[in-house]
């Protein structure tokens, strides 16, 4: 049986969105938190951006010395040569690319005002392709933007010409979210059977609906007998109204009535870590989580009113579908409300010794620790909020790859 993969697109989608920002050692954890989580895939950024490519290089350090060990980092970028170029050239190291085209009347004729004709289009991309594999990409992915409002007859033609000319999968993007649930299954079943390629679902929530058309798609692909990849970001964060939510993605995965006997999901997804993961993105955006949001709001296991509390306390399933534990809740959260030391851009050694004595971490050479100390600084200049123990640990651990993080001088 095919199966489902999570593509996380966090750190493209989600922090290229307008008002929302993140500093590059924040969408460091979230490659390592995605790591932990047994997430496939993390689209890492943009290899074309100037201010990216430290970052990028550093991560792919991180991957190449076993510290993010399964998921594979992906870099975005326009599938014209010249991109496909500049970003080989920024990030020699990446293996890893999805390449973007637009597919649909609309935005070929607003984007390039009737300069170019969709075979200049497709040649373009096919060439992308083939030159993005000489650089050494083991995988590419090739995207059809605006592929929900595309003839399906084109969408299948380009399918098509991009697996000829070497492409591992297909991005079917939903990206104004005009989809719904039975339309997107149909067109993606159609779309699968007719070219036999792993198709992976890029979704946006206009409608409130992102996680509903996802797997609806997945299930059209599954059905045609294909791989299906979902594009998710951590708490939906993304552009306008945002993108399909990971970890209610997951959570469908596993009990939605339907999709839990249909879809398989990939295996090694481990759903205890997204209580870490979404609270860690809500304090690195500096956006709270919705008291709504399903599996980490704060209410999603709460009951007060009469019938609902009595009916929780005589069994829990007759009003909860999953436990807390099941997304890593239940355990209290330790809170420090009496004096406390913190480390960070104008701290001392003492106090930085100090911080890192209470998570065992000892450093025996002065150098090191003088190293260590001014690399905390700086992070915590870079990221402009206190840091977390898990950076701390990072920081200590690889302090020479944190250094490249921290590098985004223009
Ligand atoms: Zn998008």
């Known amino acids: 049986m095919n199966k489902v993969y999570l593509v996380d697109v966090t750190n493209r989608d989600g922090v290229q969105t307008s008002r929302i920002l993140l ?3 924040a969408k460091t954890m979230l490659n390592l938190y995605l790591d932990e989580m047994g997430v496939y895939q993390s689209e890492i950024g943009f290899p074309t951006l100037k201010h990216e490519i430290s970052y990028i290089n550093a991560n792919l350090e991180l991957a190449k010395i076993g510290a993010i060990k399964r998921l594979r980092l992906e870099g975005w ?9 500049l970003t080989f050239r920024n990030c020699p190291d990446l ?17 390039f005002m009737g300069k170019r004709s969709w075979d200049d289009i497709l040649k373009g991309v096919c060439a992308s392709i083939k030159l993005a594999r000489e650089y050494g990409a083991v995988t590419i992915g090739v995207n059809a933007e605006d592929g929900s409002r595309t003839e399906p007859d084109r969408l299948i033609e380009y399918a098509l010409a991009v697996r000829e000319a070497g492409a591992d999968r297909f991005r079917y993007s ?3 979210g ?9 067109k993606v079943r159609e779309l699968a059977l007719a070219t036999k390629y792993p198709i992976e679902m890029h979704c946006h929530n206009d409608l409130g609906m992102a996680v509903a058309v996802s797997l609806a798609g997945a299930q059209g692909a599954i059905e045609a007998g294909v791989d299906c990849f979902i594009d998710t970001t951590i708490n939906g964060y993304g552009e306008r109204a945002g993108n399909c939510d990971l970890v209610s993605t997951i959570l469908a995965l596993k009990f939605a009535r339907g999709f839990k006997e249909k879809l ?11 209580w870490k993961v979404a609270r860690y993105a809500s304090y690195a955006f500096n956006i709270p989580v919705p008291i709504t949001q399903p599996g980490v709001g704060a209410n999603a296991f709460a009951h007060e009113s009469g019938i609902h509390a009595d009916g929780t306390l005589k069994d829990r399933r007759t009003y909860e579908l999953y436990d807390p534990e099941d997304v890593g809740r239940g355990e209290p959260e330790r809170l420090e409300t009496g004096r406390i030391i913190t480390t960070g851009e104008y701290g001392g050694i003492r106090g ?15 150098s090191d620790a003088r190293n260590v100390f001014e690399l905390v600084q700086y992070a915590n200049l870079h990221t402009q909020k206190p840091l977390i123990d ?21």
């Open 23 to 25: 500093p590059k050692l």
């Open 77 to 85: 970028c326009r599938a014209i040569p010249a991109d496909v170029t």
């Open 95 to 111: 293996k890893h690319i999805n390449l973007s085209m637009s597919t649909s009347d609309v935005m070929l004729r607003t984007k």
């Open 174 to 176: 939903d990206t104004l």
């Open 178 to 186: 005009s989809d719904d649930p039975l339309t997107i299954f149909e």
């Open 264 to 274: 398989r999901l990939d295996e090694h997804i481990d759903l205890t870590k997204a």
């Open 352 to 366: 930085f010794r100090h911080v890192y004595g209470k998570l065992g971490i000892e450093f025996d050479d002065d």
């Open 390 to 410: 898990d950076e701390l640990r990072l920081i200590a651990r690889h302090p020479e790859i944190v250094r490249n993080i921290l590098k985004v001088t223009p």
